[in-house]
Structure formats: C-alpha cells, structure tokens
C-alpha cells in the first residue's frame, strides 16, 4: 500500500492519526466557536434585514436590498479580507488584533444576507389571514409578527436554514486569511500546517472528516426537526388518554386533514 | 360620558383599490346587542366594509365611531380598539404553531396583560362553551373546520369584545359542519351580543338577525327587518339577488 502514491498523498494513516488530537483538541472548538459565532451574528442582522425587506416604504427596503444583494454577490474571500484586513487597517478595530473577531464579523455579514433573503421568503409564504388575525386580536404589528409570522415563517424554511449554517461552518475556514496564533488556529488551520510540514495531504483529509461530523449530523438534525415540526406531536394523545377524541369526531378530523 | 345607543356607527365610508371603487359613502348604525347581517352578491363589498369596521382595511373617507371612540381619528390606539371587536374569518386563521388553548389565550397574555395561569383558564372556560374543552391540547390541523371556526370564536370571545365580526364564517365549511357553527353564532345573538355578519346563509338571516343589509355595487341599497327584506323587498336589485340564491 506505501507504494500507491495516490494512497500515500490522501491517505497516510500515520498522518492522519497523527493529526486528530490536535484537531479534536484545539482545531474543532474554534472552528465551533466562529461558525456559531457568526451563525448568531448572521441570524441577528437577517431578522432585522428581513422586517426591512419587507417594508411597503421602498426608502425602507432599499438599504436592506443593496446589503443583500452586495453581500450575496461578492465573493467570500473579498469581504473576509475587507473585513478582516481593512477594517482594522483603516484604523477600525473593535477586536482588537484578534482576527476570532473579524472572522466572525465577516461571516456572519456574510451569512446575514443570504439568512435574510430566506428569513423574507419563509415569512412573506405565511398567510396573510395570520397578520389579520392577530392584528384583529389587538396584536400590534410588531408582537403580530414576533409571536405569530414571523416564528410560522421561519419554521417553513428550516431546511433552507440548515444548509445556510452548513456553509458558514464551511466559511468559518477562512479565518485561515487572517492568521491565527496558538491555541485560536480551527480545523483547516492546523490541517493546512501539517501540510506544510509533511508535504502531504492527509492531514486535510483527517480535517474534512472534522467538518463532515459537524455538517452532516447538523443537517440531519434540522431535517429531524422540520420533519417531527410538520407531523406534529402524537405522543400527546398516548400521554393524555382522558383527551382521546370521541369515535364520532375522528371521520370530522379526518375531513379537515383534506380541507388543509 | 354616557354611551351612545350605536355600538358601532359608520358615516360616509368610501374606499377605493385604484380607479375600482369597492364602498361609496357607506353610512350604518349597529345598535347595542343587535345582529345585523350583511348580504348581497360576491363584489358587492361586503367583506371589505367588515375589514373597514375594525381597520383591517384602510378606508379613503368617512368615519368609524366605536361607542364614544372614533377609529377613523389617527390618534386613536386602534391596537386597544381592535381589541375590543372580536373578528371570525372565513378561513378561521387559527395560528398553526400554538395548541387550541393557546390560540385562545396568546392575547389574553400578550394584549390584555392576564397572567398566563388565568388566561389559560379562561381559554378552556370559552372553549368548554363551544363544546371543545376535549381538544385544548390539539394542534388547529388536527380538528374539522367546524371545530376550528368554533375555536376561532372562542379566540374572539375571550377577549369579551363590545361587538362581533363575522365573515363568512361558514363559507369554507363541508355542509355537515356548518350546522353547528351557525348554532353558536345564534346562540351569541340570542345572548345580547353585538354582531355584523357577513353571510350567504339566508335562512340565519332570516332566522338570527335584528336586520339585514343589502349591498349591491359597493352601495348599502337597502337595510331593514329580515320580514320586510325577504318577504316585501321592492328594490328590484335586491329581488333578482334573492331570486338567485333562495
């Protein structure tokens, strides 16, 4: 097997063991650290972004539409380097020289664009019948839209929301641009300085393994989520007998499941 | 300040979408625990006029009095005014994410600032009165239409509104449903409420109401007892809309 150089490049068993404990130790936690990070960032600005999207006023939606068109149209690598070099170049450093922070920043810019133009269709797909409703109860628009659409809305584009967070997960790598000391370097990081060392690619292999066992349970998970959120909850009916629909009304639930 | 005999009085209400005019100076009292139900053919302008009632829609001109409160004066809290006016909707509008208990309670805790133990016992109180304290912890998705029209006037009547907005709220209902939400709906008549009712059912027009109204062409063409309006109707429009329906 040592005399495939196909094996030897990507899949250097030796290598690869060699660099898990550090990923595992110091390589997944900050990778964790700044996609949440900007996950959390980018979900703040979407929601702000979104009410604006979806303003009547168009001097409302216009700032938030150049945001997100800029945003989602310029590549990743340019706004990290803006963000994560210029910023504090221009004399700009709320972090300090801490590039966690800008990394961050940037993503979740980045993220909150993409996130608001989902946040918008999922809520913009609820029916309006649910704003009357509410607002006809005395809800302000605000509360209307906080306890009643905008929760409905962001339910509907669970799936979409996953795949979102899967790629800032995946973003969070290029942190890489801005240089990391010891003890903040993520997955790709180290991978990349095993590399370096060993000329030898099986490091990035160990290093996607990393990222494949956060992305992939991650999207099963929300698709779990989604699914058991559009079923509903049966254990309800096991946990509370004395509740049980009489015989006679079951052919009247079963009509209403159509009428949906 | 003592109360006006109308619990809801319109005067000179237009409203127009672009050049298609839908209300052309509407005026209408709705006495105190009086039932006044709304007919006429489809885009006559029924429903906006009910949507108009609670400001849901937005009228060009005219004013909305609420007893001593005027809708219509932009310095009015309509939030604390729409509270007071309970509204039923064709496709009942539940919201899909909270169990029947909590579509009744939400604004009782969010707008009337009840604790969440007492509202929730008000909830299952209003919805034992419409015969669906069984289904307090069911999603909306999970009962009949008729059975989520019922929750939706539990919702409203919760809130003990001064006046009650009904718009054809048996519309979207299997024919075996409608039966027992028309018979809450007379129920709450029979009790004093206050109600506007949007309708096609004529036989609880004939049945429930104080009045009826006749709207042809975004105009009020006639309004008067249901004797007078299904036995002894003279305006022709009126005749030929009934011929078709009864």
């Given at each position: ?19 898990f ?13 700044i996609?949440a990070g ?8 979407a929601?702000?972004?979104a ?29 990290v ?13 709320p972090?300090?020289?801490?590039p966690f922070?800008?990394a ?6 980045i993220?909150?664009?993409?996130t608001?133009?989902?946040?918008r269709?999922?809520?913009?797909s609820?029916d309006?019948g ?7 109860l005395?809800?302000?628009y605000?509360?209307?839209m ?7 809305g962001?339910r509907?584009?669970?799936p ?15 942190v ?7 003890g903040?370097?993520e ?14 690619s099986?490091p990035?292999i160990?290093?996607g ?6 992305t ?6 929300v ?7 559009r079923?509903g909850?049966p254990a309800?009916?096991?946990?509370r ?17 159509e009428?949906? | 300040m ?7 009085k319109v005067?000179?209400l237009?409203?127009s979408y ?7 100076d509407i005026?209408?009292?709705?006495l105190r625990?009086?039932?006044?139900c709304?007919?006429g ?27 001593n ?8 809290d309509?939030n604390?005014?729409?509270?007071r006016?309970?509204?039923?909707f ?6 899909p994410h909270?169990?029947?208990e909590?579509?009744?309670?939400v604004?009782l805790?969010s ?5 969440r133990d007492?509202?929730h016992?008000?909830?299952r ?5 419409v015969?669906?304290a ?10 009949s ?7 939706a006037?539990?919702r409203a009547?919760?809130?003990e ?5 009904f718009?054809?709220?048996t519309?979207?209902l299997d024919?075996e449903l ?5 018979a809450?709906m ?9 109600m ?8 609880f ?9 006749f ?5 009020l063409?006639?309004?008067d ?12 429009r009126l ?8």
């Amino acid at each position: 097997m040592k005399d495939n150089p196909l094996l030897h490049t990507f899949f250097n068993w030796e290598l690869i063991a060699g660099t898990f404990p550090r990923l595992l130790t110091e390589g997944l936690l900050n990778t964790i650290l700044i996609a949440a990070g900007a996950i959390g960032v980018g979900i703040a600005i979407a929601l702000f972004t979104a009410m604006l999207l979806l303003s009547s006023r168009w001097w409302i939606r216009l700032p938030a539409r150049i945001y997100v068109d800029v945003f989602r149209g310029l590549p990743v690598i340019i706004t990290v380097m803006l963000v994560g070099v210029g910023l504090p170049a221009a004399g700009i450093r709320p972090f300090g020289t801490n590039p966690f922070g800008y990394a961050i920043l940037a993503i979740g810019i980045i993220s909150g664009a993409y996130t608001a133009e989902i946040f918008r269709s999922g809520i913009q797909s609820v029916d309006p019948g649910q704003l009357q409703a509410a607002r006809s109860l005395g809800m302000s628009y605000l509360r209307a839209m906080r306890l009643i659409v905008v929760p409905q809305g962001i339910r509907r584009v669970l799936p979409a929301l996953a795949g979102q967070f899967v790629k800032d997960i995946k973003e969070s790598s290029l942190v890489y641009l801005l240089g990391l000391a010891v003890g903040q370097r993520e997955l790709f990081f180290i991978a990349q300085e095993e590399v370096a060392r060993t000329y030898n690619s099986s490091p990035l292999i160990a290093a996607g393994i990393c990222y494949l066992c956060l992305t992939i349970p991650l999207t099963h998970f929300v698709n779990h989520l989604d699914r058991s959120l559009r079923e509903g909850r049966p254990a309800r009916r096991t946990s509370r007998p004395d509740e049980e629909p009489a015989a006679g009304l079951a052919s009247a639930a079963a009509t209403a499941g159509e009428n949906r | 300040m003592t109360e006006p005999m109308a619990a809801l009085k319109v005067t000179g209400l237009s409203k127009s979408y672009g050049h298609h005019v839908v209300l052309r100076d509407i005026s209408l009292e709705i006495l105190r625990g009086e039932t006044l139900c709304l007919i006429g053919p489809s885009g006559s302008g029924k429903s906006t006029l009910l949507k108009c009632l609670n400001l849901l829609e937005a009228p060009d001109s005219g004013q909305i009095w609420l007893g001593n409160t005027c809708l219509t004066d932009p310095r009015t809290d309509i939030n604390r005014a729409r509270a007071r006016i309970g509204m039923v909707f064709q496709h009942f509008n539940l919201f899909p994410h909270m169990t029947v208990e909590r579509n009744v309670a939400v604004a009782l805790t969010s707008v009337k600032r009840i604790g969440r133990d007492e509202a929730h016992q008000t909830a299952r109180r209003r919805l034992a009165e419409v015969g669906l304290a069984a289904y307090a912890h069911q999603r909306p998705s999970r009962l009949s239409g008729g059975q989520q029209q019922r929750v939706a006037i539990a919702r409203a009547l919760a809130m003990e509104p001064d006046v009650m907005l009904f718009d054809e709220a048996t519309s979207a209902l299997d024919p075996e449903l409608v039966k027992g939400v028309l018979a809450v709906m007379k129920d709450l008549a029979s009790n004093g409420m206050t109600m506007a009712v949007v309708t096609h059912e004529m036989g609880f027009a004939r049945e429930a109401a104080d009045r009826v109204a006749f709207m042809d062409d975004g105009r009020l063409a006639e309004i008067d007892t249901p004797g007078q309006i299904f036995d002894g109707a003279t305006h022709p429009r009126l005749r030929q809309f009934l011929s078709q329906v009864l």
